[in-house]
């Protein structure tokens, strides 16, 4: 029953929790990754003029990256803790196997020393009654033998098993404290930085008057941004003869097919502006409507073509800089604010192919639609 016990803990948790670990691992790794882009985002926002309120996306980004990272600490450190009670009833079980073969080994020794005292293994044989009879002593010689020599090797064995066991958990209390550190280090960054930005909250409430005339503005200009891709798609919509055809068919469903694996049109950033409706950072009781998504990334980064298409609109619009769509058959996909474009209206694009680069803002903004419908990227993009 023990070695069953065993068996099933020392299998078990190795098929449960060995990937699960690494996996954690991994996106620890790949949050820190993200703190440390959006730190340098920061520090590079507050030294711009770029404005308050992108200094307080990406503190609300940082702050959702600090939360993300301290839920994964907690989450190896749950594991960690399971991993040493199942670690540590494998101990006890050993310990109490090696006691048992100890005391096996010691009597068979006992044994062997009282037969050597009272006669030796030639006498013994020699004592035979007949052939079989020494053919029997033979046998029960060399089993002893034998099964002390396994009783023996079976404690050595177990033996290295239960100090590498002890070494193992000895280790994993070394993780533990580290990632208890780590979770103390991140808990008092985060609510620093969530000071920081009540702090800047505050600075910007004081504002809210130049926030809503800004506001005004920025809706002018999306709404002609908006404008500007219905005509673009209406014209491309109602001039091509062939959207139904077999070929707009098969790339319909590539794309369609495509959904949640699209790649992101820049190689590093995070989303400051999602999809929809959404309440104003800053303002009360205001709302603010976004057709796609703002991505914050790295100034003059490249932005690249999320699919194969073909470019059916360029043009530049105050607010957007430089906005071209590519068609897919039945969809669309729209990438503004570029500081430069490398492309031409009626050129053919490959996925992955360099479109153009984004200004000193880092700022880009990406919208898809189907047809005459607005739809959410982060439901299409990785």
Known sequence: MNVFKIFLFAIFPVLLFSQTRQDLENERLNIIRRIEFTSNILKKTEKSKTGALDVLRSMENQISNRKEIIKNINKQIEQINKRREEKQFLLDSLNEEIVDIRKTY??????????????????????????????????????????????????????????????????????????????????????????????????????????????????????????????????????????????????????????????????????????????????????????????????????????????????HISGYNWMLILRHGNYYTVYSKLEKVLVSKGDKISKGQILGYIGEKGQFHLEIWNKKTKLNPEKWIR
């Open 106 to 315: 010691n009597d068979l020794l006992r044994i062997n020393y009282i037969q050597s005292l009272t006669k030796n293994k030639f006498l013994f044989l020699i004592s035979s009654n007949d052939w079989e009879d020494f053919i029997d002593k033979k046998r029960y010689l060399r089993q002893f033998g034998e099964f002390t020599n396994k009783k023996l090797k079976d404690l050595d064995q177990k033996q290295k098993n239960l100090n590498k066991l002890i070494l193992n958990i000895e280790n994993e209390k070394k993780d533990l404290e580290k990632l208890k550190k780590d979770e103390k280090i991140n808990l008092d960054l985060l609510e620093k930085e969530k000071k920081e930005k009540e702090i800047l909250l505050k600075k910007l409430r004081k504002t809210e008057s130049k926030l809503r005339s800004k506001l005004k503005k920025q809706k002018k200009e999306r709404e002609k941004l908006n404008r500007s891709i219905e005509e673009i798609i209406f014209k491309s919509l109602g001039g091509a003869k062939d959207i139904e055809n077999t070929k707009n068919k098969d790339l319909n469903t590539k794309f369609e097919n495509s959904k949640h694996r699209l790649n992101w049109p820049v190689s590093k950033g995070y989303i400051y502006s999602h999809f929809g409706k959404h309440k104003h950072p800053v303002i009360k009781g205001v709302y603010v409507f976004n057709n796609g998504i703002d991505i914050r990334t790295e100034a003059g980064a490249e932005v690249k073509a999320i699919f194969d298409g073909e470019i059916v609109g360029l043009m």
